[in-house]
């Protein structure tokens, strides 16, 4: 196997510190646990969202989950899982998973960051705007499933119907 030369990269301005910026601009709850982590909560339209960010000097990243405040019973998880199949299908960026020990669904992306400068304000936002999109978005194709008894089908067909107009 080959040996990759890695170059170790000092960045100019530390990634969750652009996201302590973020979270101060828009008055969200936050805790800097370290210069490696940061938990911050920030209310959606469903639900409040636990957003939890990582930096991983070692791989030059910075990984992102952003958590519902949802269980997934274990009864619902094949169904879960079938739609996160049919999600994860439909997005750009980043996926959607099921911590397995809680029962959570969360959206979760990593950002490498080896051979720049560091983040720049605007992709840390975009980061942080897309995740939330796509909690909004989905949402209730998770309560559909766990709740509503849907199938994944039903659900995903339920939570992508726009709607037109006013009323």
Known sequence: MTNLNIAQTKHSSHPLDIIERIVDDNDWISDRRSDQEMAVQVPGHWCDYSMFFAWNDAADAIHFTCAFDMRVPAECRDKVHELLVMINEKLWLGHFG???DEGLPMYRH???LRGTDGP???QMEDMVETALMECERFY???QYVIWGGKSAIDSIAAAMVDTVGEA
Do not use: I, K, M
């Open 120 to 122: 720049s304000q605007g």
């Open 110 to 112: 990593a950002l490498p």
């Open 140 to 142: 209730p194709a998770f």
């Open 98 to 100: 099921v911590w397995d």
